[in-house]
Structure formats: C-alpha cells, structure tokens
C-alpha cells in the first residue's frame, strides 16, 4: 500500500514539474525570425519591374553624336530600388570609361537601400535632358556641347535630379529642374557625407555640389 501511494506520489510531482516547465516556454509569435539580407529580395527576377529594355541600336537612335563618341559608348543594365520601393531593372547609356564603376556604385546604392526613381536613356525622351530631370531620370549619355559637358561623352552620370535639384549659389534663381525642392530626410536625396556621395569621390568621380555656380548635387563626372 505504501509503495501505491509512493508511486503516486511520484506521477504527481512529475505533471506538476511537467506543467510548469511549458508555463515558461515563450510562446512562439514572440521568437524573432532569422535577418534576411538586401540580396533575398532581388533574388527571383520575376519580382522585378523592367523600366527599360533597349538595344544599344534604340538607346543612340536620332542622337547628333558623331560615330568616334558613339563607339565609346555602352548600354549597361542595372538594378534599384525605386521610390515605390520595389526593386526595379532599368538602363544606363554611359561611357565604357566608367562602365564598371556606374554597374558597382548601382550595386552599392541597392545594398545601402538607397531610393533611385528610374534609370532610362534618354532618348525615351527625345534628346531633352531638361523632360528626363524633370522626370527625376538617372541617366548618363546625352550629346551636347562637348567643350563643358562631361555628359557629352558619357562621362558623366545624374542621380534623382528631382530629388538633387540645381541650385545657384550668388544668383536669385530658380532651381532646375523647375519646381524642384531639396529635401535630406527624403531618402534618394544626396549631400555632403553621404555614404553614395562617399563612394563616387572614393572612385576618382567629382561631385557637382563643389562647382563655383551653382550646387549640382545630382551630377557626378569623371575625366
């Protein structure tokens, strides 16, 4: 009869300890999942939007540029994360000068989640450099006065001009593009210190903020 009741005893005391051991288990809502880096969410191409798909043929179609600056020339794809967040495809016409550099510094924004709108050559909008900025294109390539535009030869690249806007130093004048207004809490937005400001002076590339006019904070060029 002791042996029963010792027995039962035992049984007793092993639910109790049983129960109490579950009590203190966190529920599982309440267990933070695994970090997943920048690099899981371009992973399955069907998830990216496609802003452009020329050809090198389409991408110089009606430009005045002479065939010795078009065959320095390159169309380049390049991903981004654009102002609706998601991850898009669009294309740089620049100069293969600088090809490696605009492909690793658009890899480099992408990592560091910084916001470009769309990257589109600018013959989508007819040669008018003016309708790309105002569109807050990112482009390189569009033929001009080759004696002061580095962009002339693709040498040289804007970033969100809508979001980066021209602004005179010593003159009351508007910005450019019109309209535009200079935000730094706005992500896409670039200013002294900033890491992708960081990443084209690490690569030999000037910045336009240090021009003697005028702050051009979406231009970067390169001799």
């Known amino acids: 009869m002791n042996n029963i009741l010792l027995l039962f005893s035992c049984i007793a005391l092993m639910t109790w300890?049983?129960?109490?051991?579950?009590?203190?288990?966190?529920?599982?809502?309440?267990?933070?999942?695994?970090?997943?880096?920048g690099t899981d969410t371009v992973a399955d191409p069907d998830t990216i939007v496609v802003d452009s798909r020329l050809t090198f043929q389409e991408a110089i179609a009606g430009t005045k540029a002479p065939d010795?600056?078009?065959?320095?020339?390159?169309?380049?794809?390049?991903?981004?994360?654009?102002?609706?967040?998601?991850?898009?495809?669009?294309?740089?016409?620049?100069?293969?000068?600088?090809?490696?550099?605009?492909?690793?510094?658009?890899?480099?924004?992408?990592?560091?989640?910084f916001v470009v709108e769309k990257a589109i050559p600018v013959v989508a909008y007819d040669w008018n450099d003016s309708l790309s900025m105002a569109d807050n294109n990112s482009y390189s390539f569009c033929y001009r006065n080759i004696s002061y535009s580095k962009?002339?030869?693709?040498?040289?690249?804007?970033?969100?001009?809508?979001?980066?806007?021209?602004?005179?130093k010593n003159e009351n004048r508007?910005?450019?593009?019109?309209?535009?207004?200079?935000?730094?809490?706005?992500?896409?937005?670039?200013?002294?210190?900033?890491?992708?400001?960081?990443?084209f002076k690490r690569r030999g590339f000037r910045w336009g903020h240090t021009f003697s006019k005028y702050y051009d904070d979406h231009h970067f060029e390169k001799q």
Not at 17 to 37: G, H, M, Q
Not at 151 to 168: E, M, S, T
Not at 183 to 197: E, K, M, Q, R, W
Request: with cysteine; hydrophobic share 35%; proline share 8%.
């Open 17 to 37: 300890w049983l129960l109490s051991c579950k009590r203190n288990v966190p529920p599982r809502e309440d267990i933070s999942p695994p970090l997943t880096t």
């Open 68 to 113: 010795e600056i078009l065959d320095q020339l390159v169309l380049i794809d390049v991903v981004y994360r654009s102002t609706d967040l998601k991850v898009h495809q669009g294309q740089i016409l620049t100069n293969k000068k600088i090809e490696e550099d605009i492909r690793e510094i658009f890899t480099f924004m992408l990592e560091n989640n």
């Open 151 to 168: 962009h002339a030869k693709g040498l040289a690249i804007d970033i969100n001009p809508r979001l980066n806007p021209l602004r005179w």
């Open 174 to 199: 508007p910005n450019q593009p019109v309209g535009a207004v200079r935000d730094t809490t706005v992500n896409g937005t670039l200013y002294p210190g900033h890491v992708v400001v960081e990443e």
